[in-house]
């Protein structure tokens, strides 16, 4: 193994620890771990500092997607300006969640509710999200485009992905799926 840290939301933290077996929509069923079981090292609580060399990273708990789904806020700095740069895990609901909970995870409706509200209030000057996907990453850089951080700075994108979410959540609630 590397000996690396491994830092986790602290709502995430058991199923890192015991290979999936406790994930509230994949883990219980009779199969034992899905994953090599990962001692965590520290658990991670909104707003916690997680630095990496010069580059501190604010952890934002925004469950739903998971227990501990978080994204990320930095600065990063170019030779012009500092952005302050989100990593945003979208919080995207899987077909299998019920609301306003199931037995494994009471809290999802709550929890998604939540995240959204959360999401809508951050500020910041770039974006990308956990997959690329979600944020066009294909469309806003070509592999031949030079350096263009303002590619990563459509706020009208990142609002409108939360408000897509958001309105699947609505639908579902008023559905009671």
């Given amino acids: 193994?590397?000996?690396?840290?491994?830092?986790?939301?602290?709502?995430?933290a058991q199923v890192v620890a015991d290979g999936g077996?406790?994930?509230?929509l994949y883990g219980g069923k009779?199969?034992?771990?899905?994953?090599?079981?990962?001692?965590?090292?520290?658990?991670?609580?909104?707003h916690d500092i997680v630095a990496l060399g010069s580059t501190k990273l604010e952890m934002l708990h925004h469950p739903g997607h998971t227990k501990g789904a978080c994204s990320y806020l930095l600065t990063v700095k170019d030779g012009q300006r500092s952005?302050?740069?989100?990593?945003?895990?979208?919080?995207?609901?899987l077909?299998?969640?019920?609301?306003?909970?199931m037995p494994t995870y009471p809290d999802a409706g709550k929890?998604?509710?939540?995240?959204?509200?959360?999401?809508?209030?951050?500020?910041?000057?770039?974006?990308?999200?956990?997959?690329a996907s979600q944020f066009g990453l294909h469309n806003v850089r070509k592999e031949q485009d030079g350096y263009q951080p303002e590619a990563f700075g459509n706020k009208k994108l990142y609002f409108q992905t939360i408000d897509e979410m958001q309105e699947i959540y609505n639908e579902r609630v008023k559905d009671k799926k």
């Fill in 30 to 46: 009779g199969v034992g771990s899905l994953f090599t079981p990962v001692k965590v090292s520290r658990e991670l609580h909104n």
């Fill in 83 to 93: 952005y302050k740069v989100l990593i945003a895990n979208i919080p995207y609901m």
């Fill in 1 to 12: 193994m590397t000996g690396a840290k491994v830092m986790i939301d602290y709502k995430d």
């Fill in 111 to 131: 929890d998604f509710s939540y995240t959204y509200h959360a999401m809508k209030q951050l500020k910041f000057d770039l974006w990308v999200a956990a997959h």
């Fill in 21 to 24: 077996n406790s994930d509230y």
């Fill in 95 to 101: 077909d299998e969640v019920t609301l306003p909970g």
